[in-house]
């Protein structure tokens, strides 16, 4: 099977390439980033030019695409807008209606983040609410996948790992800070339910197995705070619990309003016969990709 991953030297697109390399023909979109020496084919394009994706799309002719490409840094979103919304908003609907004309199933990335938080325990069918630039255009993302595709797959995820940058994800902010003994905050009044990374991509490549189609939450089935996710790992990895400091997140002067309560409602993937790693079973992941050195190997293909 050819499948097409964009955002491939992202935090989802990275893992995900690299793990499915030896089980499928990958072709990864990049754009500003360069890689070398990666076990799958890279293309490189700016997916919000126009005519680009098509481009693409007719190039590589994937059986799958799954489109992992977006501005998901959420501070960034409100300094770039107008950015934001051609990439997490544009890019998905013209992806979708292009797999749409070539019947070629798609899976596409959205985030817990559409919803304002107040309530948590969030099903498919709960109306979003989104609280930022970025859950605007990724809201506005969905619908045009989905009224574009009917037949495409969105999921809605949350998730930590190791990045090419060593910094996208909360657990290396976390990782980073507690090795060099060094103070970090830690949110009390942010929920979420993160799945590690590498488990996420496996989950998404059953789901295309399964010819799943619609909306869909996949996140972890345990609901943690931000400092109390910090001080699990800590924990496990014998490092210094107290260096976290318990810290409200409006005190953090963040340019994005961040909603509190982002728990999803995971029941409609688990009738669909997935099964969802536990959060202890993902930092257990996290801890053991760190020891044999996984993220050191990935850095390694930035050139
Ligand atoms: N990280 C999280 O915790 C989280 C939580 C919820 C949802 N999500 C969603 O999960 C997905 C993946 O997020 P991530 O954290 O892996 O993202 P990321 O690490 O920020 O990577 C973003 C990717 O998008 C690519 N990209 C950006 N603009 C592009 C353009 N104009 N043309 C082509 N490619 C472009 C980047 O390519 P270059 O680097 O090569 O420019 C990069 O590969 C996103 O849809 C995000 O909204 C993430």
Redesign the pocket.
């Known amino acids: 099977m050819r499948v097409l991953i ?10 995900a390439s690299l793990m499915q390399a030896s089980h499928f023909d990958i072709y990864g ?7 070398r020496d990666v076990p799958f084919q890279l293309v490189h ?5 126009d005519g ?1 994706v098509e481009k693409v799309i007719d190039q590589v002719a994937p059986d799958v695409v799954i ?7 959420v501070d960034q979103c409100e300094l770039f807008p107008e ?1 934001a919304r ?3 908003a544009w ?1 998905p609907g013209i992806v979708a209606g292009c797999c749409d004309h070539h019947r070629i199933p798609m899976l ?6 559409v919803f304002d938080g107040k309530k948590g325990g969030y099903t498919e069918a709960d109306i979003p609410h989104p609280q930022s630039v ?1 859950a605007q255009t ?1 809201l506005e ?1 969905e619908e045009r996948v989905l009224s574009a595709n009917p037949r495409s797959l969105v999921v ?5 790992g190791h ?3 060593g910094e ?3 657990a290396e902010f976390f990782l980073h800070h507690l090795l060099n003994g060094a103070q970090v905050n830690g949110f009390v009044d942010v929920i979420f339910s ?1 799945l590690y ?1 590498k488990h996420l991509a496996d989950i998404l490549f059953v789901m295309i197995d399964k010819g799943l189609h619609g909306l869909y939450h996949v996140v972890g089935e345990e609901k943690v705070s931000k400092y109390d996710f910090g001080r699990m790992l800590a924990k496990k990895m014998s490092l210094d619990e107290s260096l976290i400091i318990p810290t409200s997140v409006s005190d953090a002067g963040l340019k994005a309003k961040r909603s509190p309560n982002l728990f999803l409602d995971i029941s409609k993937l688990k009738a669909a016969d997935i099964e969802i790693p536990s959060l202890q079973q993902g930092l257990d992941a996290f801890i053991a990709d760190f020891q044999t050195k996984w993220h050191v190997a990935m850095h390694a293909y930035q050139s």
């Open positions: 964009t955002g491939a030297s992202g935090l989802l697109g990275l893992n979109v990049v754009h500003q980033t360069h890689l394009a700016d997916l919000t030019q680009i489109n992992c490409a977006a501005m998901a840094q950015e051609r990439i997490n890019m596409h990335i959205s985030t817990d983040a970025y990724k993302g809605r995820v949350n998730f930590f990045s090419l940058s996208r994800s909360l993160p990374v």
